[in-house]
Structure formats: C-alpha cells, structure tokens
T-cell receptor, first 111, second 111 residues
Framework: QKEVEQNSGPLSVPEGAIASLNCTYSDRGSQSFFWYRQYSGKSPELIMF????GDKEDGRFTAQLNKASQYVSLLIRDSQPSDSATYLCAVTGTGRRALTFGSGTRLQVQP | DAGVIQSPRHEVTEMGQEVTLRCKPISGHDYLFWYRQTMMRGLELLIYFNNNVPIDDSGMPEDRFSAKMPNASFSTLKIQPSEPRDSAVYFCASSPASEQYFGPGTRLTVT
C-alpha cells in the first residue's frame, strides 16, 4: 500500500463546476497536509495546507481533513480552464518534516 | 521577494561524469529539502537540512549522491559518477516551518 494515494485521473469537469480531489494516507501519526498544484513542466506550487480536522477555505479552494478516516480532500469551486493541472497531495509523516507525495490527480476543466 | 533559486535549469551530461546542482533557499527559511521527480516514481525526498545540518538522508539512492549545505544561503547536490537512471527533475524546496516552497527545478539528462 502506498503511503499517500490519489486517483491519477484525469478528472474532467466543465467550466464553472466544482472539482473534488481526494487523497488517503496510511500514517495515522501524520500531522500536516498539503495540496500542491503542478502545471506541466513547472514546479509544485503550494495552494492549501490544513492541520486540524474539518474544513479550511481560501478563495475558491476548500481543504477538508478527516483524521479518523485518514482522508483529505480539495474542492475547487467555479473551476476555470486555468485550473487544469496536476494536483499533488502531500503529508508529513510522524516526527518528520519531509513531505510524502501522492502520485497526483490530473484535472481537466473543459471550457 | 525572490523565491528558491536553482541552477542550472537544464543539465545534459554523459554517463560517468560528475554533476553538481545548486540551490539558494528563501532567506530566513531554516529547512532545505532536495526532491527528485520522475514519471515512474513521482516526487521523492532525497535529503533535508535544518539550520545547515543534514537531518534525514534516507532517500539518497546510493553513495554516488552527496549533498552539502555550507551556509544558510547555499546547498549543493552532487552525483558522481552519473548514470542514465539518474535522469529526472531535481527540486530544491525551503521552509520556515511546515509549508514548503519549491524552486523551479533542474532537469537532468544523463546519456
């Protein structure tokens, strides 16, 4: 079992819709959870982080964390074609600062 | 503010040659990370430093890889001798606390 799992996609949504990206992790001691966006040929860009159970909103983005289910998700409201990218879920393991990344979900927003 | 700076952006070398990748972290960030990204394995941690001291090098593939951080504003990742399987994008990231900010990466091709 991979430490951080994501559906590779592609996830295709129409412009203006809500995109829902999901991630599960195996280390119950994980403390910090991150979502990065990576455009093709570019570096990962931090878009959200969450530490506590519940929801965290920032503009069109909402991160959701459920530690009991070892599940973290990212919602993108009013999706735009410019949101088309690979979204990487990353988690810090017990007592570690380094990030463990999922393989990423490719999102396609159709105009 | 300048972000993480990496050089060179592209490196093409022949098998057996020494390769040195360079990174300048964001000023004031105490943590520096080296990651490698390939299609097959995704983003993987190689090594990270805290206050210039290596903390976790468990991701360094083998003795051919070495990393140093002589001061707070500079780090190097060296591969000697290089092999075709080292071809990847190498990212440096820095962090003030938990969130990490990535540099543009160095695309290494070993022929």
């Amino acid at each position: 079992q991979k430490e951080v799992e994501q559906n590779s996609g592609p996830l295709s949504v129409p412009e203006g819709a809500i995109a829902s990206l999901n991630c599960t992790y195996s280390d119950r001691g994980s403390q910090s959870f991150f979502w990065y966006r990576q455009y093709s040929g570019k570096s990962p860009e931090l878009i959200m982080f969450i530490y506590s159970n519940g929801d965290k909103e920032d503009g069109r983005f909402t991160a959701q964390l459920n530690k009991a289910s070892q599940y973290v998700s990212l919602l993108i409201r009013d999706s735009q074609p410019s949101d088309s990218a690979t979204y990487l879920c990353a988690v810090t393991g017990t007592g570690r600062r380094a990030l463990t990344f999922g393989s990423g979900t490719r999102l396609q927003v159709q105009p | 503010d300048a972000g993480v700076i990496q050089s060179p952006r592209h490196e093409v070398t022949e098998m057996g040659q020494e390769v040195t990748l360079r990174c300048k972290p964001i000023s004031g960030h105490d943590y520096l990370f080296w990651y490698r990204q390939t299609m097959m394995r995704g983003l993987e941690l190689l090594i990270y430093f805290n206050n210039n001291v290596p903390i976790d090098d468990s991701g360094m593939p083998e003795d051919r890889f070495s990393a140093k951080m002589p001061n707070a504003s500079f780090s190097t990742l060296k591969i000697q001798p290089s092999e075709p399987r080292d071809s990847a994008v190498y990212f440096c990231a820095s962090s003030p606390a938990s969130e990490q900010y990535f540099g543009p990466g160095t695309r290494l091709t070993v022929t």
